[in-house]
């Protein structure tokens, strides 16, 4: 899988069971831009116009002029091509985890009378 993202021009995520963003994270961290349906998880992993393209829920369209345009435009991949370094920051599986266990802490904490808040 990674280097069959690393040889895409760009990757397209139009509304599908992907609730984490999964795709568009792998696909940004290699430094592949995306054009995702700005609905759940896709509406903050992929950041218009930073990171990637945001179009809107079931406009095959709009989709279709924004691959275009992201097609058409090698500076414009390149620039939202740099997402890698704010992927690696804010979306790591070191982060993500350590976050997931600071929520699991905080449950077992308020379920065990030791935490109010």
Not at 54 to 60: G, L, N, Q
Not at 77 to 95: K, N, Q
């Amino acid at each position: 899988m990674p280097a069959l993202l690393r040889s895409a021009d760009d990757v397209v995520c139009a509304p599908c069971p992907d609730p984490f963003g999964v795709v568009a994270l792998a696909a940004m961290s290699r430094g592949v831009p995306v054009v995702a349906a700005a609905v759940g998880a896709l509406e903050d992993v992929v950041v218009h116009d930073i990171t990637g393209l945001h179009v809107p829920p079931r406009e095959p369209r709009v989709l279709a002029r924004s691959v275009q345009r992201l097609l058409a435009d090698r500076t414009l991949r390149e620039e939202l091509g740099t997402a890698r370094e704010r992927v690696l920051a804010r979306h790591s599986r070191d982060r993500r985890g350590k976050e997931a266990q600071a929520v699991y802490e905080h449950v077992g904490r308020v379920l065990t009378g030791q935490d109010t808040g």
